[in-house]
């Protein structure tokens, strides 16, 4: 294993300026020695040398919203399956959600997953339950959890249903300093639904989820946080209301931040005719109208990160009807290309504001000293080929699980190295 | 013998007008075998169906056996009950050991919407969809068109009224694309919590008043209180009030007008038990009987231009 990787023309990104410097990288004992034009560090053997001419080189990307599955699940993914997972994709850094089995809503549960997390080589920070076992009754011990390394708290997978009780964990959370990650359902509307309710549910005769499930809950909880102070953080934002709430939220001073996750983006509801239960995801893939009015909020500003919401099911668990199908695509190891294919090859966005959605912005809204390259840094950085572009296949998933809706799609962006501590972890076969 | 451009019919949108048309044509031809002495011909002598249904049914399954049958085809039911097969493994494990008997052509019938379709994606062999969940029941479609084919002499312009659950209604999704795609008036009669969200592209009704004395065929779709999975329409009084045919709604209809239902008409909700009759229904106007014996003839014509 080289101590010293030297990486020659590329176009740096650091994750926070939006314009590429032209030149070379030098990784030195984990960390970043230097960042500048045509370094030379002579011609010693003990350097590896990687030409990276028409690559991007970026920092290890930080993935919020990840679903590792252990404990409990451990079928469908492993903290060390997901890791690996996680290096394919370019990132470093990632925040796993409580909703294993057990729950993560006991210090000792954070413990296991932190401790199982270190030497993956991504750095994995998980998020605790705001509920006891995500049941929407009680609120968890957020003071010994934020103790034990909770990064933010989350009921993903679940709402809070009621309101009083929200509230009441918004407001703690300010003695914590620790965002609120929500997932908002109003359970009325998604009560048995599969899909986004449409022209397509319809005539496809799947049982829909309104657009109103997600804004309803949002609209609440935004009052809720403008009225407690809470910081609070809406997770895999799907519908056109909620872009615009949460923007006129952000100009009226609530503390909120949002995301999106990569197949939100590149997906609308017209991909459902395959009758394909990749895409069966909650929340659901919407309208073209709904896409669009994601990839403006990404354009605009208005949403702070880019996410995988990876989310590893079993074959068994979604080769079968619609109904039965479980909900989730995975994505650590497409976040990048999905979301470059959707919005700097579809829309125009300038590639730099991409990377900050997936390194710095996350990082930012987390408290992480990660998602940039800096002299001095630690050293997590990524090489990608966004020249050429490539075929999603489902033989080359490092996932343990496969459920994939990215399979057969040509996307741009393919990772070509991760370096992580400044050692290379994944390099592309 | 034209063979259809798909090798399965799982949507009704999957037929051209012309290949509809084509099955109309062979249809009569083979209603008219229905009505001989001797009802069957050696047509698909040698061939063997399967009819596979993961959901109770007797009506559909029914006439797509002595539809095989009067073909001289082998017919095998084979039914398992959803609940049994609950896992997706289950049911490409049966489709698989089914293909393994190498038999021809699978009429299949499930409660999910796409689970048809899914047993196609997976073998080569034909499939015809006799229903799946909420989605498609092309072949009642082409009953429903048969047999308003026979009684009106012509299809286009004619006004059709369909009243009901569409939320809940495979036979509705595709009745209305086929009665569409033949140059039929649709219109639907609803309220709002038995229709699909996205129905602003049809003329929309909300009572059997708006459309009684005007069309030409009144089309009662079933309503299946138990089945709703959220309890949608208050109740059956009100059902009643505002969408049952009754005998003073039915005397006020066109002269010649006709009623359909792709049964079993649930008495007292769609349709009056005075409406329906003991054996027969006292109005001739009603030909729900001749939906039935359509059916037959359809279903012929289908395995025909399948596997013929």
Known sequence: MYSRIIIKNANIFDGIKTKPFKGDLYIKDGMVEDIDENIDIGDSKAIRRIDASGMMVMPGMVDMHVHLRDPGFEEKETIESGAASALAGGITTMLCMPNTRPVLDEPALLQYVIERGRNTGVRIYPAAAMTRGLEGREMTSMGLLAEAGAAGFSDDGMAVADARLMFEIMRYSRQWKKPLILHEEEYGFSRSGLVHEGRYSDSLGLEGISRLSDDLMIGRDIMLARESGARIHITHLSTKGSVQMIKRAKDEGVDISCDVTAHHLFFDDSCLKSFNTSFKVKPPIRSAEDRQALIEGVIDGTIDAVISDHAPHLDTEKNTTFSLAQFGTIGLETLFAASYTSLCRGKGLQPGKLVSLLTSGPAKLLGFDAGTLEKGKRADAVMVDTGGSYKVRKEDIVSKSRNSAFIGQELQGRIIYTISNGKIMYESG | ?308
């Open chain 2, 1 to 308: 013998m034209t063979m259809l451009s798909k090798k399965s019919l799982l949507n009704i949108a999957d037929l051209s007008p012309e290949e509809v048309m084509q099955v109309m044509e062979t249809a009569d031809s083979f209603a008219h075998i229905s009505r001989r002495e001797i009802k069957k011909v050696p047509t698909l002598m040698g061939k063997t169906v399967v009819n596979l249904f993961f959901e109770p049914s007797t009506r559909t399954r029914t006439s797509f056996e002595v539809a095989a049958k009067r073909l001289s085809a082998d017919m095998i039911n084979f039914t398992a009950s959803s609940s049994s097969l609950a896992k997706g493994e289950s049911i490409m494990d049966t489709v698989r050991t089914i293909l393994a008997m190498q038999v021809d052509l699978l009429v299949v019938r499930h409660s999910h919407s796409g689970a048809v379709k899914m047993v196609d994606d997976m073998i080569d062999i034909p499939v015809i969809n006799a229903g799946d969940g909420k989605h498609q029941h092309p072949t009642q479609a082409l009953l429903d068109l048969f047999t308003i084919k026979g009684r009106f002499g012509r299809l286009k312009g004619l006004k059709i009224a369909i009243a009901g659950d569409f939320l809940n209604s495979r036979v509705a999704r595709s009745d209305i694309m086929l009665f569409e795609q033949m140059g039929m008036e649709v219109r639907l009669v609803a309220p709002s919590m038995l229709l699909p969200e996205d129905y602003s592209c049809y003329r929309v009704e909300n009572s059997l008043e708006d459309v009684i004395e005007d069309t030409d065929i009144l089309y009662m779709l079933r309503m299946q209180f138990e089945r709703q999975d959220r309890k949608l329409y208050p109740s059956v009084e009100e059902y009643r009030r505002f969408l049952s045919l009754d005998s003073s709604r039915i005397r006020r209809m066109k002269k010649g007008a006709a009623v359909m239902h792709p049964g079993p008409v649930n008495r007292g909700i769609e349709i009056t038990d005075e409406v329906m009759g003991d054996m027969k229904s006292p109005y001739d106007n009603v030909i729900i009987e001749d939906q039935v014996t359509s059916g037959v003839a359809v279903r012929m014509a289908l395995l025909y231009h399948i596997l013929g």
